[in-house]
């Protein structure tokens, strides 16, 4: 059988490759072993899924095996986002959940996320008992299994609707009726995904006027490379802002938990500014004072804000495995990655795409201020910062000559600057006069080198990423 294994969220592999329903059974069967072990089974399991070619055939193949393990399944009727999965975890005091997902990944993917009974994304310890648990599984041929009419016939699986709890929820958090009477053109990009709709349903019976493209299920993801929200993928939205009548743009990824920004004149806002500006909003609109959590690869921004409003700033490896915990243990105000990922204190910890959304249009209710002028003062505060991202697809048995080229390289300068040190929090980080970097990692859910930059101009930017490949040895 595959190798199974837990990357950045979940387990993800290529449809009818290695993500089959024996597969994921097996999965489901070690999830439901470490609920048992967690002493949560009897608190039942939550079980969603996305818009992805076969998803909600793949979640009821989950159902069947949690029901046949005597835990009792809430299966969401319909595909739903994410976060609103994990809030109903932790609404319905749920042992744990299940949501099959590859989130921003390519079509050919699906995926496994496991969710613990506090609603954010499963920790390192976790993952490695259910992966640990795997391949005895597959061996021994140990699997429960319950057809679903019969599940559902005793009891054991309900189908459930988490819409209006969730959209009251996050409607909740922001003054949502000023978001309603400021008169905003605004625009959705949901990308054929799972949180369709979502947005929009919260804004209605108000002045504010909301126009979605990809509000329709389409498992191809056409005309885009994946369901990621970052400029290359967004082109048809920001050309329709560009052309006039909009506001701000706004796109969450394929299962609803990562959020992109476009200003009014259809320029995409990097997702380092966005969290700059999410962290802005919560200390000088929302007056809120905490902990900022930040991954490895988000912006510096967030260390000169947090100096300005007496909040200390912590760092933590990529993923929400690691963001969460820490944002939870320290109390934290807000936690965010790279990747388009914002987490926010009262509300779940784990990432969520449309909160953030509202949370965007909320900032720009209380200022009167668009997209644009909302960043010019972010920038007045902390000055200019320029990021980009290359992603360059690598095979297997190349991943040990790159990691050695990065290794023994010693750069004196990187885009001019110079190298003042380098470390290994996550991937390898070269940090620059000034407080700028340069990082190289492989992700953890796609067959990637990621190269990361984020400099002063982004004519900088673009000479720090060409000097990233030359010290990997790879080109796009």
């Known amino acids: 059988m595959a190798d199974i294994r837990f990357g950045t969220d979940g387990w993800r592999a290529v449809i009818a490759d290695d993500f089959t329903f024996e597969n994921v059974r097996i999965v489901a069967q070690a999830t439901a072993d470490w609920l048992k072990r967690d002493r949560r089974a009897a608190d039942g399991v939550v079980v969603g899924y996305d818009t992805r070619f076969l998803s909600g055939s793949f979640a009821a193949a989950v159902a069947e095996v949690m029901a046949a393990n005597d835990i009792k399944v809430a299966l969401s009727s319909s595909f739903l986002p994410t976060p609103a999965l994990s809030y109903t975890v932790r609404e319905r005091k749920a042992g ?4 099959i997902t590859a989130s921003h990944n390519p079509a050919r993917w699906n995926g496994f996320k496991v969710k613990p009974h506090f609603g954010g994304s499963a920790p390192p310890e976790v993952t490695a008992m259910i992966e640990g648990a795997i391949p005895g ?6 699997l429960n299994y319950l057809p679903l009419g019969e599940a559902e016939a005793q009891g054991s699986v309900e189908r459930i609707d988490v819409r209006n709890a969730y959209l009251k929820a996050i409607s909740a958090f922001v003054d949502i009726e000023a978001i309603r009477k400021a ?5 959705i990009d949901s990308m054929f995904g799972a949180a369709q709709g979502w947005i929009a349903r919260t804004l209605t019976d108000g002045a504010t006027h909301v126009t979605e493209i990809h509000g329709e299920r389409n498992p191809a993801f056409p005309g885009i490379r994946a369901p990621e ?3 290359p993928n967004l082109g048809e939205a920001m050309a329709m802002i560009a052309a006039g009548g909009y506001d701000v743009g706004l796109s969450t990824d394929g299962d609803g938990d990562r959020f992109g920004l476009i200003d009014e004149h259809g320029r995409f806002i990097t997702q380092l500014q966005t969290f700059a500006l999410l962290v802005y909003y ?3 609109v929302r007056g809120e004072r905490g902990p900022i ?10 260390d000169r804000l947090g100096e300005l409003y007496d909040c200390p700033v912590f760092e933590t490896p990529v993923g929400f495995k690691f963001l969460g915990p820490k944002m939870t243990e320290s109390d934290g105000v807000i936690a965010g990655e790279e990747s388009g990922g914002y987490a926010f204190r009262g509300h779940v910890p784990e990432r969520d795409g449309l909160l953030s959304a509202l949370c965007i249009l909320d900032f720009m209710a209380k200022t009167g201020k668009r997209p644009s002028e909302l960043l010019a003062d972010l920038y007045e505060k902390v000055g200019p910062h320029e990021y980009d991202r290359v992603d360059i697809t690598v095979r ?3 991943k040990d000559a790159i990691e050695a080229r990065v290794q023994a390289s010693n750069p004196a300068t990187i885009g001019g600057l110079r190298v003042e040190s380098r470390d290994r929090v996550d991937g390898y980080r070269f940090q620059l006069e000034g407080g700028w970097w340069l990082l190289m990692r492989f992700s953890g859910t796609e067959p990637l080198l990621r190269i990361y930059a984020e400099m002063p101009s982004a004519e900088l930017v673009q000479d720090a990423l060409a000097a990233g490949q030359e010290i990997a040895g790879v080109t796009l």
Not at 96 to 99: D, S
């Open 396 to 398: 297997t048995e190349e």
């Open 183 to 187: 008169g905003f053109s605004v625009l």
């Open 293 to 302: 959590v930040r991954s490895v690869t988000m912006t510096k921004m967030v």
């Open 229 to 231: 929200p970052i400029a």
């Open 96 to 99: 744990g959940g299940v949501m």
């Open 282 to 284: 919560f200390l000088e």
């Open 137 to 142: 599984i597959a061996a021994s041929g140990r």
